[in-house]
């Protein structure tokens, strides 16, 4: 976990959850850890160093509500405490994401309304690569490809068959890795700082 959130923070600092600091993105690395719908994968060399790491969902939105039941109260206080010392980044995060937030919340407090007939809502589990980072030196050896092989093999052998990630569009080095790893390019989707990212499914 401590390996994920300082190569998080360094290979990829422009995103929301890197902002808010390593403290935040320790938590939001253990939540993947601890969940029973995510996966954190480390990479090790032969010396047992970490040398890479991923963390992805089985079912997304299963993994979405245990983490705002069982690790919510804990990130947002993270959160909060990294906000009330960068009054810029709260700003931000109001101006953003802060009706997101409050309605996410109020879904959760509210007592939800029954399916009719009960049971859970319809259709396949969808899983999500949400983060892969290799250490600097070990790039271009096939940390990478391993990695994501894996996540492929232990998504599907939790019966997924719906696999999708996001990578900044534009960025030709991901795009090669992902079409090499033969996953399909989707469409453009552009996030609520106004950011372009190109849709992969595999
Ligand atoms: C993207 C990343 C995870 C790839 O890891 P890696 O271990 O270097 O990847 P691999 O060695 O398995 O590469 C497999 C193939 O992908 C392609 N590829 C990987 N990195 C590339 C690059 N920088 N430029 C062009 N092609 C690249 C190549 O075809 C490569 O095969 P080759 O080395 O035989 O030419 C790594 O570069 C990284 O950590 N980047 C920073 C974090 C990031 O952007 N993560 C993804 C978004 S969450």
Do not use: M, N
Request: hydrophobic share 45%.
């Amino acid at each position: 976990v401590k390996a994920a959130a300082g190569w998080h923070a360094t290979a990829l600092p422009d995103g929301f959850f890197a902002r808010l600091g390593r403290r935040f993105l320790r938590a939001y690395w253990d939540s993947y850890r601890r969940s029973p719908h995510a996966l954190a994968l480390v990479a090790l060399a032969g010396d047992g160093s970490v040398v890479g790491v991923l963390a992805g969902t089985t079912d997304s939105a299963a993994h979405y509500r245990w983490v705002v039941r069982h690790r919510g109260a804990r990130l947002a206080a993270v959160a909060l405490a990294a906000l009330v010392t960068r009054p810029a980044l709260a700003v931000r995060f109001w101006r953003t994401r802060g009706r997101l937030y409050a309605r996410g919340l109020l879904r959760f407090l509210l007592p939800r309304r029954r399916r009719p007939g009960g049971g859970p809502a319809p259709g396949t589990p969808g899983a999500t690569l949400a983060h892969v980072v290799v250490d600097d030196p070990a790039r271009r050896s096939g940390v990478g490809t391993a990695l994501v092989r894996e996540f492929e093999a232990k998504a599907r052998a939790s019966g997924v068959r719906r696999l999708r990630l996001l990578a900044h569009d534009g960025d030709t080095a991901l795009s090669a890795f992902y079409r090499g790893l033969g996953w399909r390019q989707g469409p453009i989707r552009i996030d609520v700082d106004g950011v372009a990212w190109r849709e992969y499914t595999g």
